[in-house]
């Protein structure tokens, strides 16, 4: 049995564990005991070049009293950052300092961002943001090349573009194979990009066009070039399509395809004269083709692509051309979803579309406009009409264009692809009962359901429904 000495001596032992415990307890996150501080608090390491490594320190204080334990060094975040000079858990002194360094290699033109967090029996961790840009330059102007690569044969050129960023200094010089303005051996190229390939494969088929910002030297973007032999091909030129039929004033697309060189320039030419003629019908530079305004008799003629590179080699393109059916002055004409522009205009031989009556019209006479819709893929873009109104009446005898069943012919728009429904160019017109939608929105030179464009007088309009117009 222990003495009461011995019982005293016990306790007093409890106590002092008990005390010692506490303070040890309470002390390891203390913010008065263990601080830690880290400067700068957050790093930027700005515009760096792709590949190359950029270095900034980080200097971490112990600003408490106590033994500052510094358990971990770790990076959140992107993997383009490292940190450098942390071997592991190690003691850091009262006003002591330890200095950790943090390495950014970008590898591509982005932005980086990641965290530098420290651990410690601090009251808190220490976290250090950290940025960075990747650049092809350490200035941040960039260049790129369009195209990025192509293939060329022996001889050919091709047009080069370099665009930049982060200067206003658009200006480059061009290489290629390294060589400012290149060689007779790799391909030359001028000022303003373009490259013409040597007339011989180069030992090395593949060269680079190279674009170097003259803002900055270190800033450029290349492009690859794969370099054949030219294969001597015979030229030929095929047209499509191969025939059309057309009436007087309408229009048709044709296209050129040559192959057996990289040149593709056609020349058109209607009935052998280059762009054709007023009485043969016109063509321009796109092969677009327009018939003669006027056709007194039917008429053929032959549209012709030939190329500019080989003059004996070309296609052929046959166009019926037709002349309207004569009409005599009736003083009432019927316009048909279901008729013919080659009619008379009768009720029982009506016309296809209202066009071709307001192309006949004269003073006194009436248009009656059946029941459908009228509409022209044909008439589409900046000022595009479904019907132009060059012909009007009088005071006495106006012309009258109405709808056979009020707003049951339908002037269509497309869904505002043609740019006006009716242009009115004359004086003494009626227009009366129609339902007039969808033209002009998002068309620049229109909007209008129906528009006086040239100035026409005593104009009537008369229980239409014009609706979904731009304006």
């Known amino acids: 049995m222990k003495s009461l000495f011995e019982k005293v001596a016990i306790a007093i032992v409890l106590l002092l564990l008990t005390l010692t415990c506490t303070y040890c307890s309470g002390s390891t996150r203390s913010g008065s005991v263990h601080q830690l ?20 320190t980080i200097t971490l204080t112990n600003a ?12 959140n975040g992107s993997n383009a950052f490292v940190v450098a000079g942390w071997s592991g858990q190690m003691a850091l002194q009262p006003s002591s300092s330890l200095q950790l360094a943090v390495a950014f290699t970008p590898t591509t033109q982005t932005s980086y961002s990641g965290t530098l967090t420290i651990s410690s029996n601090a009251q808190s961790d220490q976290v250090i943001k950290l940025v960075g840009t990747g650049a092809l330059s350490s200035t941040g102007v960039t260049v790129s090349v369009l195209p990025s690569s192509a293939n060329l044969q022996t001889g050919s050129s091709l047009q080069f573009a370099a665009s930049m960023t982060g200067t206003s200094n658009t200006g480059v010089n061009w290489l290629v194979g390294g060589v400012p303005g290149g060689s007779s051996t790799l391909g030359s190229i001028n000022s303003s990009g373009l490259y013409t390939a040597p007339s011989t494969v180069p ?22 070039v794969d370099i054949t032999a030219a294969t001597i091909n015979p030229v030929a030129v095929s047209i499509a399509p191969t025939s059309a039929s057309l009436q007087a004033g309408q229009t048709k697309q044709f296209s050129a395809t040559v192959s057996g060189t990289t040149n ?30 006027t056709l007194s008799l039917n008429l053929t003629v032959t549209i012709t692509a030939t190329s500019v590179v080989d003059t004996s080699k070309s296609a ?59 509409s022209n893929s044909a008439a589409s873009g900046n000022n595009s009409r479904l019907v132009t109104m060059s012909r009007g009446g009088t ?35 009626t227009i009366q009962d129609f339902e007039i939608r969808n033209f002009g929105n998002g068309v620049s030179g229109g909007g209008l359901g129906i528009e006086n464009d040239s100035g026409g007088t005593n104009l009537s309009i008369l229980g239409n429904n014009i609706h979904d117009t731009a304006i």
Do not use: H
């Open 37 to 56: 501080s880290a400067a700068p608090g957050s790093v930027n390491f700005g515009n760096q070049m792709l590949n190359n490594t950029a270095m900034q």
């Open 64 to 75: 408490g009293t106590g033994v500052l334990q510094i358990q971990s060094v770790s990076i």
């Open 203 to 224: 030992a090395t088929s593949t060269v680079m066009v190279t674009a170097n910002s003259i803002q900055d030297p270190t800033a450029s973007a290349s492009a690859s």
């Open 264 to 293: 593709i320039g056609v020349n058109w030419l209607v009935n052998g004269t280059l762009g054709g003629s007023s009485s043969v019908g016109t063509i321009d530079s796109t092969g677009y083709y327009r018939a003669p305004s």
């Open 316 to 374: 052929n393109a046959t166009v019926n051309l037709t002349a309207p059916a004569a009409i005599s002055p009736v003083g009432q004409y019927y316009v048909s979803p279901t008729g013919s522009d080659s009619n008379s205009g009768t009720q029982a031989a009506p016309f296809l579309t209202i066009q071709r009556a307001a192309d006949v019209v004269n003073p006194g006479d009436t248009v009656i406009v059946e029941d459908g819709v009228y």
């Open 395 to 429: 005071a006495a005898s106006p012309v009258t264009f109405r709808a056979q069943n009020k707003w049951g012919a339908v002037l269509d728009g497309l869904n505002n692809t043609t740019a006006d429904g009716m242009g009115v160019a004359a004086n003494y017109i």
